[in-house]
């Protein structure tokens, strides 16, 4: 059944007369008028031509490729033992080994030590040729008279240290293992022959015309150079 519906009276609201505060207007903004840039004009003479890096264009620019680099095993153990001695606490009968003689010293004894530089063979051979020939003309040849020379090899140098024949011992500080001759200096001070600790065994090699020498000793010198020997 379709019933009617009843009628509700909807009473509309009264108009408010409260007056609603309007929203304050923004000032105008300044108007920033930019100035156009003057673009330079090229110079025609002057094509520009950029590089191209890729594969098979220009060729790449120089850097610095050191770290990339394999190096050598003997390099890197040279610098890993570099490292190591300066952050550890190193005894100071291996420390005395970097207290080496100063340069200008070093450069006058290796030069007092070329004059003592032992005979080549050829040299050797000339000179016992010589008094060969000298016999043979009837000439007095004074027997066992021998040329004065350095002395080398770790064993030799020993011996005459500890018979106080040795006048003077020098020894390098990058003998490698450095047990070889870390007892010599201790030897040398109780047998009271002075010795001094040079750089390079390469320089010591070649006075004794060898590749390196660990050692090298003084027996006799000439009488005029008996005064250089003393300094």
Not at 73 to 79: E, N, P, S
Not at 115 to 133: H, I
């Amino acid at each position: 059944l379709n019933m009617p519906k009843k009628q509700v009276n909807k009473k509309k609201a009264a108009p408010s007369t409260k007056k609603v505060a309007s929203k304050p207007v923004p000032p105008p903004k300044k108007t920033i008028v930019k100035k156009p840039k003057l673009r330079k004009r090229d110079n025609p003479l002057f094509e520009k031509k950029p590089r191209n890096y890729g594969i098979g264009n220009d060729i790449q620019p120089k850097r610095d490729l050191t770290r990339f680099v394999k190096w050598p095993k003997y390099i890197k153990l040279q610098r890993q033992k570099r490292i190591l001695l300066k952050r550890l606490k190193v005894p100071g009968i291996i420390n005395q080994f970097t207290r080496t003689l100063d340069r200008h010293s070093a450069g006058a004894l290796l030069g007092f030590l070329e004059k003592y530089a032992p005979e080549t063979r050829q040299q050797k051979k000339a000179r016992l040729l010589g008094q060969v020939k000298d016999e043979a003309k009837g000439k007095q040849i004074e027997a066992g008279k021998k040329p004065k020379f350095v002395k080398c090899g770790l064993k030799h140098v020993t011996s005459l240290v500890e018979d106080r024949r040795a006048k003077l011992v020098v020894i390098a500080h990058d003998v490698d293992p450095i047990e070889l001759v870390l007892w010599l200096p201790t030897l040398c001070r109780k047998k009271g022959v002075p010795y001094v600790i040079i750089k390079g065994k390469a320089r010591l090699g070649k006075v004794v015309h060898k590749k390196t020498a660990t050692c090298l000793a003084i027996t006799d010198v000439e009488i005029k150079d008996a005064k250089d020997l003393a300094i």
